[in-house]
């Protein structure tokens, strides 16, 4: 098996619906996922998040561009990729007339894996998706939260060479969510390869060991949590409120981006010193902290759009 | 290998399937109620004609079979997107529609064989006519089925699938000669019997009644009925095979 565990280059997909104009969805999408590495996806609604996940699975194919599973083109060679690949939908739900219990073990036995290893990796998923004691109520009973752990737990069970994982943990409570996380470290400990959409930009920060910001169907920025949020002028953020009038003077230091009278100034460390200097010869209060994923997200994006607008 | 084909995971996915459909056991019960009403009212006009209304009511039953393919193919893709979960796997396409449509095959073979009892209660079937019926309700099922999986793939709204299952059902169950005797029609249409020959449901039941000696098809007709039929229930299922290979993933 190649170290590469999926190329896309330049992927390209259109929508064409009758008596609606054309939509592109992907516009050129190249991406790379090296062999036990865990990456999130990161976009708005629409942003073609999903398109992406659902040609790299074999389930829809490309207007153009090219993508390999583990050196196997998915489009023209689906049935060796399918083997390799485990999806969990976005807004599936499992047989709603089986338990949790039967739905793993009966996708597990229909993928050709053996009765035992079924078994034994059923009990794994259920103890690690925290459902246990739901295991063998039919589905239709369970909330939605549980619900949605059953379908993760359905596919993390599988230990697919490759997962792809759309908005895995929606609708689910902060422990369950970290629930997903933990399996999803271990599975890439052993080796498997994570592929997941996410609109939780802490989950894709704590879990993600690479991100890809996607907009308008192009991947806008691709790197680390901490590399992205650099792209935005740096990884701190000074917060000072009724700062309008040190503008100017706070240009110097970094990016600023003004709320009201609110002037946030976008920095490194080496220069927070001097800004809060800046701030105390004013008498101005000034607070310090991280920039965010989500405020780097929102910028990243922010800007795509002016600048597509514009 | 492009067209050959794979059935990894479809003893499986049946097994799944059954027991899905096990669970609405209603459903299962209550598809015979129009049947089972058919019988009654028959009982009471004409009870010589019982034979011939079992006979439509299994065709009808089984048809009704494939429709249920329709709508639990459309409800497992548009609510649940199970299709995704599959498709995404080892399992091939021709796995997940065959094994699907036997799967609920089994699910509703009960009420086949309550009916069944009762014809032989009513008219004792040799092994030949039993042979016919169960040759020819497998035809069914593969035609109805096949169309039931097709149909299921068009639309993305189950609101707008519903009505097709019904239609279909009337189109095939009801209108043709399914109910009530092929000679009923041809006494007033004579040239009737051509097109109501071509017709699965109303061809395999002509073919029933004649072999259980209900009924008389000349040779022609025998021909042109089980012609027909075998190669529409082939040709519907090799198409299905085909459907549920390329609509596996979206183009």
């Known amino acids: 098996m190649t170290e590469e565990a999926l190329r896309a280059v330049d992927v390209r997909k259109t929508y064409h619906t009758r008596g609606a104009p054309a939509v592109d969805a992907l516009r050129g999408v190249s991406l790379t996922l090296r062999k036990g590495e865990r990456i999130s996806l990161l976009g708005r609604n629409g ?60 996708y597990l036995r229909a993928r050709g894996i053996d009765r035992e290893t ?43 060479p490759l997962l792809f994982l759309d908005e895995p943990t929606i609708g689910m409570d902060p422990f369950a969510r970290r629930g997903v996380w933990d399996s ?9 390869t994570v592929l997941l959409t996410t609109h939780y930009l802490d989950e894709a920060e704590a879990l993600s060991q690479r991100l890809y910001v996607v907009e308008g169907g192009r991947i806008l920025v691709e790197g680390t949590a901490d590399a992205i949020k650099e792209q935005v002028g740096g990884t701190l953020k000074v917060v000072i409120p009724n700062g309008a009038a040190l503008k100017e003077e706070l240009a110097s230091f970094g990016k600023l981006v003004s709320d009201g009278g609110t002037v946030y100034v976008i920095t490194g460390p080496e220069r927070i010193n001097e800004i809060m200097e800046l701030a105390m010869r004013d008498r101005l209060a000034a607070t310090v902290g991280p920039v965010t994923l989500e405020e780097a997200f929102l910028q990243i994006v922010g800007r795509s759009i002016d600048m597509d607008e514009g | 290998m492009a067209y050959s084909l794979r059935w990894t995971g479809m003893r499986i996915f049946l ?37 011939l209304t079992v006979i439509g009511a299994m065709v009808y039953s089984v048809f009704l079979i494939g ?6 193919a459309a409800y497992i893709r548009i609510d649940h997107k199970l299709n995704e979960l599959y498709h995404a796997s080892p399992m091939s396409p021709e796995s997940y529609f065959l094994g699907m449509s036997l799967g609920i095959l089994i699910a509703y073979t009960p009420p086949l064989v309550v009916l069944f009892a009762i014809l032989e209660f009513l008219h004792p079937m ?19 089925a096949s169309l039931g999986y097709y149909i299921s793939t068009l639309f993305k709204d ?3 699938i519903w009505p097709y299952s019904s239609l279909l ?65 082939a040709l519907m299922l090799l198409f299905g095979i085909y459907w549920a290979r390329r609509t596996a993933r979206e183009v």
Not at chain 1, 74 to 101: C, D, I, N, S, W
Not at chain 2, 25 to 43: E, K, N, P, R
Not at chain 2, 67 to 72: G, I, S, Y
Request: include cysteine; hydrophobic fraction near 50%; aromatic fraction near 8%.
């Open chain 2, 15 to 51: 097994a799944t399937e059954t027991r899905v459909q096990l669970h609405e056991w209603l459903a299962i019960a209550t598809g015979s109620l129009v049947q089972a009403a058919l019988l009654v009212f028959v009982w009471v006009l004409d009870p010589t004609l019982l034979p």
């Open chain 1, 47 to 106: 942003a073609g998040k999903t398109t992406f996940l659902r040609i790299a699975s074999t389930l829809l194919v490309p207007t153009s561009g090219t993508v390999e599973v583990f050196g196997h083109d998915v489009v023209g060679h689906p049935e060796q990729v399918r083997p390799m690949v485990a999806v969990v939908p976005q807004e599936g739900k499992p047989f709603y007339h089986l338990t949790p219990r039967e739905q793993i073990y009966a």
């Open chain 2, 158 to 160: 189950m609101k707008t």
């Open chain 2, 126 to 144: 040799s092994f030949a006519a039993t042979g016919m019926l169960v040759l020819a309700l497998l035809g069914i099922w593969a035609f109805s």
């Open chain 1, 184 to 192: 999803l470290r271990r599975l890439t400990n052993k080796g498997c």
């Open chain 1, 118 to 160: 079924a078994k034994a990796r059923v009990e794994e998923a259920l103890d690690q998706m925290g459902i246990q004691e739901v295991a063998d109520r039919l589905s239709i009973t369970l909330s939605g939260g549980q619900k949605q752990r059953a379908m993760v737990a359905t596919v993390i069970a599988t230990e697919a």
């Open chain 2, 169 to 233: 059902t009337n189109l095939f169950g009801i209108v043709p000669p399914v109910f009530f005797p092929l000679s009923v029609l041809t006494v007033r249409f004579p040239w009737a019997w051509v097109p109501a020959l071509l017709v699965p449901t109303s061809s395999a039941t002509a073919l029933i009644e004649a072999v259980a000696g209900l009924q008389t098809l000349s040779p022609t007709e025998y021909l042109v009925a089980g012609g027909s039929l075998a190669i529409e229930a």
């Open chain 2, 67 to 72: 429709q249920r393919v329709l709508n639990e």
